[in-house]
Structure formats: C-alpha cells, structure tokens
C-alpha cells in the first residue's frame, strides 16, 4: 500500500508520518512538503514543493496511491487576510489534486481535514451533528466546500472520502506562528518550563480540545475505517475535551509540580468569545464511527505533556 | 445601471432581458450567450460566447457592472454525465466570473440561481428553511459550493449576493433539450394543440413548479430587495406551488376546452420518484423577504398557459 501525505514536514503532518511508519501499513509514503523532511529511510519519496504547483502533484502522483491524507492548506488568519491564496490552494488546488489522485486507476481513500469553523460564529448554545453550517470565514467556507465536493465525488465512485472536522489540537511547537490561538498552546510551554505565563482568556474559558497523539489516532483510524460508518456527507466532526481552560491549567500544573499561579488571567473580550465560549459538543456521528476523544481534563492533558518530554 | 445577464439566450434569461427592458431599470444591458441576442437596442451590448472562456468575461466587463445575473451553466444531467465539464463552468468559471465582477471597482450585487437539487434525494418528509443540505447530484454539489463561495465573498464585502434556489419553471419550450423532466412542460404544449400525450407520472405525482413569468419577477426582486432581509447565507428556496400533476391537467384542460382525456398516466417509478414525488415545501424566509409563488395551481397554470399565447 501506498500512502500520500501532504504537509507531511508540519505540526501534524510530522506526527502522521511517524506513527504510519511505526505501524508498518504502508510500503511506502509519499511525502509532500515545501521544506524537506526531517525523516529519510526506504520507505520514504519525498517530493519537496507546493501542492499547489502541477509540477509537484505529478511527481507526487506517479505512482498510484491508495490513500491520500491531505493536511496541507493555508491556515485560518492567513486564509482570510488572502483570500486568492486561499482560494488557489484551499479550492483549487486541493480539488485538483484528489481529481488526479483519483484518476490513476484506483479509488484512493481521501482524508481530508476539515475544521469546526464551518459551523461559524457565533455559535449556538449546543453543537451536534445537526447544526448548520454556516462559516464565517473564508478558511471555513472553502473547506465547507470541499467537503461537499469531496462527498460528490465519493458518490461517483471517485474516491472514498473521510472528513474530519478538527478542533484545537494541543500542544503547538513553542512560538507559535502569530497564531491569535496560540496562546492554548503557550500556556503548555510556560509549565512545563517553570515560566510565568499571562492567558489572554479567563479561566472560565471553554475549549475544544484534543492532543496531537490523539489526533493522529484519528487520522489513522479515517483511513483504514469501514467507508458504511460515516454519513452521506462523508464528514463527522471529531468528538473534543471541552475543557474550562482553568481547570486545564490546574491538571497541568498539578503533573508537573508547578504553582498553578504561575499563569494569570487577563481576558480579552475578543478572544475570550472567539475561542474561550464553546459550547457543549455532541459528535454523536464520529463515535459511531470509532472514532474518540481524549476522554477529560486529565486524559487530555497526560497525552499533551507526554509529548512534551514530561511525565504526566 | 448598468447590469450582466448570462445565459441571457436561454429560456429564463430572455424573458428576463425582455423585463428588464421594459422596466426600464438598467442603462445598458450586456448580454453574454454562446449564441447571439434575437433583441437588439441601442440599450444592449452583445458578448457572444461561454462566459467559461477569460476573454468573453473580459469583454462582459469592460465596465464595471452594478448586477449580474449569473443564469448560464451547465444543467443538471449534463453535469452528471461530465463532471469535468461541470467543475469547470458550474464551478471554477462562475467563481471567475464574480470575482471578475467585483473588481472593477463597485460592489456589484450577484443574483444567483441555484437549485432545490441542493436539498438532495430522498427528500424528508417536509421541506423548510431547516432542511439540511445534501445534493445527489454533481449539479446540486456544485450549486452548493456556489452558494457557501458567495456568502463568504458578501461577507467579505466583495459583492451582495442574493441566492435564489428554482423550482421547475414552466413551461420550457416544446421538444425539450433531452431533459428527463421535460413532460412538465410537454404535457401544457400538447394541451395547447389539443393533442394527446402520455405522461410519465401517476395523477396523484406532486411537483414544485413555478410559472416563468413568477421566476422572473423573483429575479428582478432578487435585484432590488435589501440585503438585509435575507438570511446570513444569502440563499432563500423560493417558495413555489405545489400541485398534484392531475390536478394540474384538469386545470389546463379547463381553461383551453380540452378534453383532459387526453392525457394518459402511464408512471415510470424512477421518474415517479424523482420527480413526482415533492413534499410540502414551507419556503418562509423567501416569504420573508418578499419572493413569490403563483398562488394556487389555478395561478401556475394561468400564468403558464398565458405565457403560451392562449387565454386562460
């Protein structure tokens, strides 16, 4: 089996690849990246350049592949301070390339990584697998439809398409890139290290929440799980810890035997309702389909810090 | 004013120019149809080809445009038959062409047809403004996409869209285009000429239907409502009549002195179910914002057999 993994070098994307070669399933990953990859061994091709360009897409192609994890993409902010960069890659290039990858005489599985924010904002007082969606923001919109083109095309016989709607995913590499979410991310960081930290939300902020192993987990399980289980649309949104980010801070302070005081709250009402205000998830569908969260606070913390080196 | 039709030959889009012209609205009408205009006027200008192709849309836009009405496409079997054709028309050069739109340098409102395919097959019970969205077809799939494109882009401030879904518009010209649905309109021709025709559904089949002349006034009040009287994802499904196709018939036949024996039911089940079998539609925020159906089927068939030349 072959597998394609496009962001292959990223947060998640390096992560993915990991975990794919310890497990063995494939005999080889095409990785799809702009910088070069860290990782090198047989089973590794590495096409180094942006999907985006045809060029790299055939090089990437040239054998069939049997499934393709599709993880690259401009992000949130970037995507809605550019919307024709947005739309190149988000849109077009990502359509083109599940159209090449399905036309090289397999039907190849296609997991593709969507995002909460095609619910949009703001959102109502629970969230399940009936809300509608309704982004606001081009991020948002031009994944909504490429789950929708990915759905059709699955029903045409192109592809097998899984989607998967993922909330924050915790802990980003330290430094963050200008991320206005980074701080979630930071506040893991400033613990583990002994720092003082300042959290523009309060601790009463609710998240939705997963850790990175977890979230790998996931992916693996979208692409080897029965195609029967997911819904018409092809797309479940991930079940997610919704931690109250004080608590968060107490399990994690507590693991590592720092003073929970360490971190201070300065609320700033705007992030406080873009990512401190989310309300209860009911991700009914994804279970149904194996798929799982971190199971609480504490799960969800254990595996953060695990993956920072400290034990939990 | 100056405003676009595309499609502008078509069977919705000359009846459009026709009311447009003679509500006097627009200064100047630019017609863009892959065959040239039967009007002309010292208030139309002439593209002649497929919006698809850049140099047609550059020269649609030679000046900036305060509507477009965006009618061409690719129809629904069509799309089925050719996805790429469709990706490349219903998708890729619609999104082109507004965003060409919205360049020049004005906000230009988009009047957008989309379609009831959106709602996909089988159809819930009732149909309302809460139906989630889940098209069958490759047509509806790319509507769709259309319609999340548009909202993103009104909310960004690049256009007002207003997105109106269609019901079936009667009655389409005699001969059909190969259309699966064409007995719809079919059955008013043959009336007309007092001639005996068999359709493909049972008496008791239910369509959505909608006179062109209704259509057209909700285009030309697509044109004109203010924005702020549609909902944030700037598509409404128009409200339409729904009559039992017998019903319809002995209307018809009525109003023109015909023999409603004429016509005979001989249902086809796949047509039965595909188009004959449409649930009570509650279209409320297109009532909300002053979109119209015919009233009854007395309304729909008037207007359709007036439409045709006969009293009714």
Same mark, same amino acid.
Do not use: C, I, W
């Given at each position: 089996l072959r597998a394609l993994v496009t962001g292959a070098g990223g947060f998640v994307g390096s992560a993915l690849v990991d975990r794919l070669r310890s497990e063995g399933?494939? /005999?080889t990953l095409v990785l799809v990246d702009v910088a070069p990859p860290g990782a090198q061994g047989d089973d590794l091709l590495s096409v180094v350049g942006d999907f985006g360009d045809p060029a790299v897409r055939d090089r990437a192609l040239q054998q069939p592949v049997d499934v393709v994890f599709h993880l690259a993409g401009v992000m949130g902010g970037a995507a809605e301070a550019d919307y024709d960069l947005s739309r190149r890659i988000n849109l077009d290039a990502t359509l083109d390339l599940v159209e090449a990858a399905s036309s090289r005489g397999r039907r190849p599985r296609v997991v593709y990584t969507s995002t909460?924010?095609?619910? *949009?904002? =703001?959102? =109502?007082p629970a969230v399940d697998d009936a809300t509608p969606l309704s982004p606001a923001m081009t991020y948002g919109a031009h994944k909504l439809m490429m789950e929708i083109a990915l759905a059709d095309l699955h029903r045409r016989g192109s592809i097998e398409a899984v989607t998967v709607r993922l909330p924050g995913i915790l802990a980003? =590499?330290? *430094? *963050?890139?200008?991320?206005?979410?980074a701080f979630m991310s930071e506040v893991f960081h400033a613990l583990v290290e002994g720092r003082s930290y300042v959290v523009?939300?309060?601790?009463?902020a609710t998240l939705w929440a997963m850790s990175l192993d977890r979230c790998v987990s996931n992916l693996v399980h979208a692409a080897t799980?029965? =195609?029967?289980?997911?819904p018409p649309g092809r797309a479940v949104t991930l079940p997610a810890v919704r931690p109250r980010f004080g608590d968060m801070v107490q399990v994690a302070a507590g693991a590592l035997g720092?003073?929970? /005081?360490k971190v201070r709250y300065v609320p700033d009402p705007v992030l406080e309702a873009q990512f401190g205000a989310l309300p209860p998830l009911e991700a009914q569908a994804a279970i149904d389909a194996g798929f799982a969260d971190d199971g609480d606070v504490v799960g969800l913390v254990s595996a953060v810090l695990g993956r920072l080196g400290r034990p939990a």
């Open positions: 399933r494939y /005999e909460v924010a095609v619910f *949009g904002a =703001p959102l =109502p980003r =590499p330290a *430094g *963050g890139q200008g991320m206005k979410s523009p939300v309060s601790p009463d799980v029965n =195609p029967a289980r997911l720092v003073d929970p /005081e």
